[in-house]
T-cell receptor, first 115, second 108 residues
Framework: DTEVTQTPKHLVMGMTNKKSLKCEQHMGHRAMYWYKQKAKKPPELMFVYSYEKLSINESVPSRFSPECPNSSLLNLHLHALQPEDSALYLC??????????????FGPGTRLTVL | GIQVEQSPPDLILQEGANSTLRCNFSDSVNNLQWFHQNPWGQLINLFYIPSGTKQNGRLSATTVATERYSLLYISSSQTTDSGVYFCAVRTSGSRLTFGEGTQLTVNP
């Protein structure tokens, strides 16, 4: 099974709301990723977790707060977002972060709209 | 950082036609993946191909690592092939760098 699941599929939130995105995989992968994708652009890396520890933060604003409670779960906590944060948020996983043969598998994404 | 260029940016085909998508990259890579993003946003793995040639049904891919390019071939295209095709590469560490993509439209 090469499936990464994400919930919710769609999310509409106001600028004062707090919400969370959830990502789950059961492939035994130890690396998990959050990407942000704006319309007609490629995905942009936000965060990388390796063995449940944050290994890369691509200078993402603090209104985005990632969390990796265990090796199968990845959350992205959202607070005080701006309308320009509206985008498709993609989660991915791979066996490791640095193995040359590691394929990243992507979830279906959460389409976020900030009003 | 590494540069990834994909061509053409847009491609319109009639059903049944063949096509070739190209990905050029500016440095040696240890990971190259081709993805298809469907109209609903799902990124689907097509190939992991840092070098050599692979085939999967109507799709095949070739990467010539020494010349820093990869090609994705789609034969007998179908309307369900429509979407954006991304090439993504990694040189070291964990960052995948994506190209800007090729928007493919297959008309019935």
């Amino acid at each position: 099974d090469t499936e990464v699941t994400q919930t919710p599929k769609h999310l509409v939130m106001g600028m004062t709301n707090k919400k969370s995105l959830k990502c789950e995989q059961h492939m035994g992968h130890r690396a998990m990723y959050w990407y942000k994708q704006k319309a007609k652009k490629p995905p942009e890396l936000m965060f990388v977790y390796s063995y449940e520890k944050l290994s890369i933060n691509e200078s993402v604003p603090s209104r985005f707060s990632p969390e990796c409670p265990n090796s199968s779960l990845l959350n992205l906590h959202l607070h005080a977002l701006q309308p320009e944060d509206s985008a498709l948020y993609l989660c991915a996983s791979s066996f490791r972060t640095s193995g040359a043969s590691d394929t990243q598998y992507f979830g279906p994404g959460t389409r976020l709209t900030v009003l | 950082g590494i540069q990834v260029e994909q061509s053409p940016p847009d491609l319109i085909l009639q059903e049944g036609a063949n096509s070739t998508l190209r990905c050029n990259f500016s440095d040696s890579v240890n990971n190259l993946q081709w993805f298809h993003q469907n109209p609903w946003g799902q990124l689907i793995n097509l190939f992991y191909i840092p070098s050599g040639t692979k085939q999967n049904g109507r799709l095949s891919a070739t990467t010539v690592a020494t010349e820093r390019y990869s090609l994705l071939y789609i034969s007998s295209s179908q309307t369900t092939d429509s979407g954006v095709y991304f090439c993504a590469v990694r040189t070291s560490g964990s960052r995948l760098t994506f190209g800007e993509g090729t928007q493919l439209t297959v008309n019935p």
